[in-house]
């Protein structure tokens, strides 16, 4: 419990940060919708002289842009690939900054196991994380009820809404497994931004033409918001694709962590 309150206890100013951050980038893309909703033909004429591809790189549907769950699934790719820096920078830092602070050979000499620091650090960091996205949901909900312009589900909002954290879970266990595996991270940002920014690329890549099975290289392509809009659900074999890459990240992050060679200061 004392690893646990000391982790939550550390990441508290991160983990307050990020959660504003998100608020307002919510509040922000969100207060967009009533004037681009009044000016809607003007707004669709223009996207359509982009070309399909690009459209389709950026997850522009044209046919419900103009309605708030169409708007909002749109602007919420930008807040799920900002969620995701938050998740993987999390995973990342929890087991390196011992390393990086030179505080590992203090920690892993108290009476606790490995398995049970691991676990601590992890709690820690899903408390963070649940909290953000406690937040973020209310704030959307909030949001849209007063920016409203038109009937809305309220459930496929929350739906879109709760994928943020699912993205953000598989990011964190596979930030968790790469700290792991590497002894030596100076730099979490670098590597945060690296990895996210590389499958948010990956990402626009596969939505281009023909999806299929390209869609299973990035979790940012996991959760279709189109079908989420349409079916108010999400698709099953992605669900237990992202389940299994938060399992398998895990177990092997406390596999590996629990025969790692610590280097002593």
């Known amino acids: 419990m004392n690893i646990f309150m000391h982790e939550l206890k550390a990441y508290r100013k991160t983990t307050f940060i990020w959660t504003l951050s998100l608020m307002v980038i919510a509040v922000l893309f969100l207060s967009f919708y009533p004037s681009i909703a ?26 419900n842009l103009g309605t708030i769950n169409g708007f909002y699934a749109y602007v919420f790719l930008y807040i799920a690939l900002c969620g995701a820096i938050q998740g993987m920078n999390i995973g990342v830092s929890i087991l390196s900054k011992e ?13 606790v196991s ?12 899903l408390v963070s994380i649940i909290l953000t996205n406690v937040f973020f949901i209310a704030t959307v ?30 990011f964190l266990a596979v930030g968790i497994l790469i700290a792991v595996v590497f002894p030596r991270i100076k730099s979490v940002l670098t ?19 023909d999806e299929g099975v390209k869609r299973y290289l990035s979790p940012f392509q996991y959760f279709d918001r189109q079908y989420i809009i349409e079916h108010s659900s999400y698709e099953t074999s992605f ?23 610590i280097h002593t200061v």
Request: net charge neutral.
């Open 141 to 170: 909900i909030v949001t849209a009820s007063i920016i409203q312009t038109e009937a809305y589900s309220t459930e496929v909002m929350l739906l879109i809404s709760l994928t943020l954290l699912f993205i953000q879970l598989i």
């Open 99 to 111: 390393v990086r602070e030179k505080t590992a050979d203090f920690l892993l000499t108290k009476p």
């Open 38 to 63: 009044s000016d809607m033909d003007d707004f669709t004429a223009l996207l359509e002289g982009f070309p399909e591809p690009v459209r389709q790189a950026f997850g522009i549907q044209l046919e």
């Open 191 to 209: 590597v945060s931004l690296g990895t996210v920014f590389g499958f948010f690329f990956i990402s626009m890549i596969v939505s281009i033409g």
């Open 239 to 261: 669900l237990i694709v992202g389940g299994g890459i938060i399992l398998v990240s895990l177990v092997l992050s406390y596999v590996l962590y629990r025969r790692k060679d």
């Open 114 to 125: 490995r398995t049970k620091v691991l676990s601590a650090k992890l709690s820690a960091a």
